[in-house]
């Protein structure tokens, strides 16, 4: 199968092969006829499958005659992040180069300004969160109506992030004439339901998620002591052979407090998550991706979708809460046929057993465990749980002595927080105090 088989005009095919994909991916090759064709699609793909490209491409032949009017795009793409909206408007750029096709992206943290007076001009290709895109339609900026392709991405993510009354919404203005394009992770019933009541005899397109096919990527599970996290995790960034690395944390605060210990212990890195500002998760992205800094500490929501290319390595600093997260997670590693390496750190303590067990069952199979790694028993482990929220408590108590009285005491740092104690689990992360210069921070 080549792009050439697809329909696709010989500029576009131009455009894809100066990008230098050779063969289109199974969710192009499946739906780009279809969408060609003008029929609706219910598709179930994830990021990394080249789902962006399968509805992209074709719309962009669809576009290609016509012209829009003022305040009046002609199709609109519906996406749940604001990453992940400015990312298929790269795409769209980089498709569209031999085209004469307009385009807005409105998404938060940028100016309403700017957005209205491209929305003025009359766009082709509307990119915007719902939130965004409701505040301009109520401020009476945009008119939908003339909207002929709608498309929602990551349909299963806007769910989560409590987005379908808002798409509904938006979905209620448009024109019942028109070609909708569905996306998401995964179909469960509940997507399906929610799916159902945007298409009309939508033509079904399923591709297996990345990480049941990426043979590429090793994953690993490490059960260890809550307390020890950040020093195992430092162990394996020291030892392990890293080009780059996303972390994942469960929650925000986690985030911030691991990016400063990476940075007291001399580590190179930067965070993503939900709370930044736009302009600061830009950066950061772009620090990222430029190997500017080889870490980058990230939330499932910011992270979601993202096109990072060739990640060597993925840690779950913390065993995601949704066993489908794993599947993203590990999935931002191994891509195109690379090899990748994916740690999931986990407490051996009842909740992060049901986690694990979940992820189990959902990938089908059990996750190997690594070589040393320890095995606590739940007592020990929910001592050290409980040992933890003591200190905690006592931590914030310090915290409050260092600011009054400047007395710090010697096992804390800076901060008040606790000094990492010595590895005692009796395996070889302890030999790697060795930081790679690339990784280092100074
Ligand atoms: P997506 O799933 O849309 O996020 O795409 C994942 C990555 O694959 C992006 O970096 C795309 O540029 C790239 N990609 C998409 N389609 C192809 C293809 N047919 N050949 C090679 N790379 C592709």
Redesign the pocket.
């Known amino acids: 199968m080549s ?1 050439s088989d697809l329909g696709l005009s010989e500029e576009l095919l131009q455009a ?1 092969s100066e ?7 199974p ?2 090759a499946e739906s780009i006829p279809y969408v060609l064709m003008g029929r609706d699609i219910l598709g179930s ?10 509805f992209t491409l074709p719309m962009i032949d669809i576009l290609a005659n016509g012209r829009a009017k003022a305040r009046m795009p002609r199709s609109l793409i519906l996406a749940p992040t604001r990453e992940l909206a400015a ?1 298929v408007a790269e ?1 769209f750029e ?1 498709f569209a180069t031999h085209h004469k096709l307009s385009m807005a992206l409105l998404i938060g943290g940028v100016s309403f300004g700017d957005q209205e007076a491209a929305l003025d001009k009359g766009v082709d290709v509307l990119i915007a969160t719902p939130g965004r895109l409701l505040d301009h339609f109520e401020r009476g900026k945009v008119l939908l109506q003339d909207v002929k392709i709608l498309v929602i991405d990551e349909a299963d993510r806007m769910l989560d992030m409590g987005f379908i009354p808002d798409v509904e919404r938006i979905v209620s203005t448009l024109s019942k004439m028109r070609q909708t394009l569905f996306f998401s992770a995964t179909l469960s019933d509940e997507i399906k339901t929610i799916g159902a009541k945007f298409v009309m005899n939508p033509k079904v397109i399923s591709v297996a998620p990345p990480a049941a096919t990426a043979s590429t990527i090793t994953a690993k599970l490490i059960w260890t002591h809550f307390k020890k996290k950040r020093e195992v995790l430092r162990g394996l960034l020291q030892s392990e052979d890293i080009n780059n690395a996303v972390i994942f944390c469960n929650r925000k605060r986690d985030i911030s407090t691991l990016l400063s210990s990476l940075k007291r212990h001399n580590f190179k890195a930067v965070a993503l998550h939900g709370d930044m500002t736009q302009s600061s998760r830009l950066a950061a992205l772009e620090e990222f991706k430029n190997g500017e800094s080889p870490l980058l500490i990230a939330s499932d929501v910011a992270a979601r ?1 993202l ?1 990072i ?1 060739s990640v060597s390595h993925v840690f779950n600093f913390d065993v995601p809460s949704n066993a489908e997260d794993y599947v993203h997670r590990i999935g931002r590693t191994g ?2 046929g690379r090899e990748g390496k994916a740690f999931t750190l986990a407490v051996p303590n009842d909740d992060d057993k049901k986690l694990v067990k979940a992820v189990e069952e959902l990938i089908g199979a059990p996750i190997a465990l690594m070589e040393n790694a320890i095995t606590d028993s739940d007592e020990q482990a929910n001592a050290d749980n409980a040992s933890t929220k003591q200190k905690d408590k006592s931590v914030k108590a310090s915290n409050d002595d260092v600011h009054q009285s400047k007395k710090a005491n010697a096992k804390r740092n800076e901060h008040g927080e606790l000094r990492p104690v010595a590895w005692t689990g009796g395996n070889s992360f302890k030999d790697a105090d060795h930081i790679p210069a690339f990784l280092r921070s100074a």
């Open positions: 792009f894809i990008l230098g994909y050779e063969a289109p991916t969710i192009q793909a994830q990021t990394g499958t080249g789902k962006t490209a399968s990312q795409n980089k979708g096109d290319p891509r195109a």
